[in-house]
């Protein structure tokens, strides 16, 4: 088993800066990348560092690809808690990437299986992903992959957990609010990502990492399956470091 470069920042905002540079040499390397992205709360002080750097004239967003590891089913682009809608307002709006570059699953297709498709097939043709960037939820799902009894290769529908679901009620006026279910990247378009960079910060994901990177591989754990992936950079803040 493989195990990731480990960066432990002092805050989450120091992580953003950690996970800055990491997609500031991908981008220098190659002006028309494309990254991954992930909404949540945990990757805003990258976005802010993003944003400056571009400003500054350290970063260049205008070849860049983008492609977003998820979207709940149903919610409308413009919707508020759409993460199409979280990506224009904390990063997509604020730097020179064109707006046909820039890929978010579609909650409101009419046909999902089709839209799956047709999402892997864009990220194909742009070349898979040079640098995914990911979180890690408090059972070990990434993207939206929740613990079942495999791993899930393709971008796919999925029906939450009542754990997912209790975790995102804060964003919306009631649990009852909260989509059932969401559209994500499956684990194998994740795993052939060239990099990926993950960001976890604080105490309560100190256990699920441990288990992430040091524990046996089960889908159980989705995040585990990483542990194959040859270039894997975890960023955490010393709340979170496992060994702390």
């Known amino acids: 088993m493989l195990h990731p470069r480990i960066l432990v920042a002092k805050t989450a905002d120091e992580a953003g800066v950690l996970a800055a540079n990491e997609f500031e040499a991908v981008i220098a390397k190659k002006p028309a990348a494309v990254i991954g992205l992930a909404t949540g709360s945990t990757p805003l002080p990258l976005y802010?560092?993003?944003?400056?750097r571009e400003k500054?004239?350290?970063?260049d967003f205008s070849k860049v690809r983008s492609a977003n590891l998820d979207e709940y089913k149903g919610l409308a682009p413009t919707h508020e808690q759409s993460y199409r809608?979280?990506?224009?307002?904390?990063?997509?709006?604020h730097i020179s990437i064109k707006p046909e570059n820039?890929?978010?699953?579609?909650?409101?297709?009419?046909?999902?299986q089709k839209?799956?498709?047709?999402?892997e097939a864009k990220i194909e043709e742009w070349g898979g992903v040079d640098c995914q960037l990911l979180g890690i939820g408090h059972d070990g799902?990434?993207?939206?992959?929740?613990?079942e009894d495999h791993f899930p290769a393709m971008t796919h529908e999925v029906q939450l957990t009542e754990m997912t679901i209790d975790a995102n009620k804060r964003f919306?006026?009631?649990?009852d609010d909260v989509p059932r279910a969401a559209i994500t990247m499956g684990i194998g378009t994740i795993m052939a990502a060239r990099k990926i960079v993950m960001i976890v910060t604080g105490a309560d994901k100190k256990e699920i990492l441990k288990k992430t990177f040091w524990g046996p591989v089960d889908p159980q754990v989705p995040a585990s399956i990483l542990q194959f992936h040859p270039d894997v950079t975890l960023i955490c803040d010393e709340a979170a470091y496992p060994f702390n």
């Open 48 to 52: 802010r560092e993003l944003i400056a």
């Open 56 to 59: 500054a004239g350290k970063i």
């Open 85 to 93: 809608k979280f990506m224009q307002d904390n990063l997509l709006d």
């Open 102 to 112: 820039t890929i978010v699953p579609l909650g409101q297709a009419e046909d999902i």
């Open 115 to 119: 839209m799956c498709e047709e999402y």
């Open 141 to 147: 799902h990434i993207g939206f992959n929740e613990p």
């Open 172 to 175: 919306f006026e009631s649990i």
